[in-house]
């Protein structure tokens, strides 16, 4: 999205650096939202038979239903992660994980910039559209965001009803994840971290 943001010559001549600036916050706090929460998710699930406070909750009525509608759908599989009460879980808590880091990062950036003068709002949004870099993993996280949400959409829809706001965000949270990662290893490791001249 950023690729469609205005650049300018000049710093002080940057449109939009307000938007800018929010856009890339707001877009990296997603992608760290959702890691946190395949961090929680792995540490619930190895840990939580184990250590009581960190299991799940016995499972509400809509994940009972996204898991039945997803089981009724799924293919038999031998691997026991192919559990679909486990991919609800799992969409859940990135989605909770996602919504709570926007949050959190929202009120950080406020408090941050509070006060601040116009020019450094023009300065920092200037130089993330003059850094290749940041637009090239702005490319790979929506749009790999995007195609998991349409493939959410398409295969799974009455599962994705089913699991409401915090699937769509579980979804398109590890998205961006797939996107981030898959930047790094395009860039930072078959293109070695240049850009051709």
Do not use: C
């Not at 799940?56 to 759908?73: M, N």
């Amino acid at each position: 999205m950023s690729r469609f943001f205005p650049h300018t010559a000049f710093a002080e001549d940057q449109p939009l650096a307000r938007t800018i600036l929010w856009t890339h916050v707001l877009t990296r706090a997603a992608t760290m939202g959702s890691i946190l929460g395949l961090g929680t998710f792995a540490l619930r699930s190895a840990a939580g038979s184990r250590v009581p406070f960190l299991a799940y909750a016995p499972t509400d009525a809509a994940t009972i239903r996204a898991s039945t509608t997803l089981a009724k759908t799924a293919v038999p599989s031998a691997n026991p992660s192919a559990n679909p009460l486990r991919a609800a879980r799992l969409l859940g808590t990135v989605g909770s994980a996602t919504v709570a880091t926007v949050g959190i990062t929202a009120l950080v950036t406020i408090a941050h910039m509070w006060g601040r003068e116009e020019v450094e709002w023009l300065d920092r949004s200037w130089r993330l559209r003059a850094n290749p870099f940041q637009t090239e993993v702005d490319d790979w996280t929506y749009g790999t965001s995007i195609a998991a949400l349409g493939i959410a959409g398409v295969g799974f829809r009455k599962q994705m009803a089913n699991l409401g706001w915090r699937g769509l965000v579980g979804v398109a949270g590890l998205g961006s994840v797939v996107g981030t990662v898959g930047y790094m290893g395009w860039r930072h490791g078959i293109k070695g971290g240049t850009f051709a001249a």
